[in-house]
């Protein structure tokens, strides 16, 4: 029996399917390193001070999260395991659509 049932609560009956999910971030080049980190995005506003007028700046596209497939059913616990840094938020935010304007999502479906 499910405990769910005595207190009147219904669990959702959405299913949720994604097929090769990939989100890109575009990020200026700063001292050879594309990474979105603290220091970088300093380093990218100090640097936006000193740079000469019409110089170009050096951006990249790195991915965040690439080629990931899934199916989250209804009635069930799924769980998210994964390192600091690896793309667990992404994902949610990714397949909830509350990612920020500045990624890029695309997927196959």
Known sequence: ???????GVKLPTVEVRYKNLRV?????????KPLPTLWNSLRSVLSAFTKLPG???SQTKISIINDISGIIKPGRITLLLGPPGCGKT?????LSGNLNQSLKVSHSQ
């Not at 029996?1 to 207190?7: E, G, I, K, L, T």
């Not at 992404?90 to 990714?94: D, E, G, R, S, V």
Request: glycine fraction near 4%.
């Open 24 to 32: 890109e971030a575009e990020c200026e080049v700063v001292h050879g």
């Open 55 to 57: 110089s170009k700046a």
């Open 1 to 7: 029996m499910n405990c769910f049932c005595s207190v």
């Open 90 to 94: 992404t994902l949610l935010k990714a």
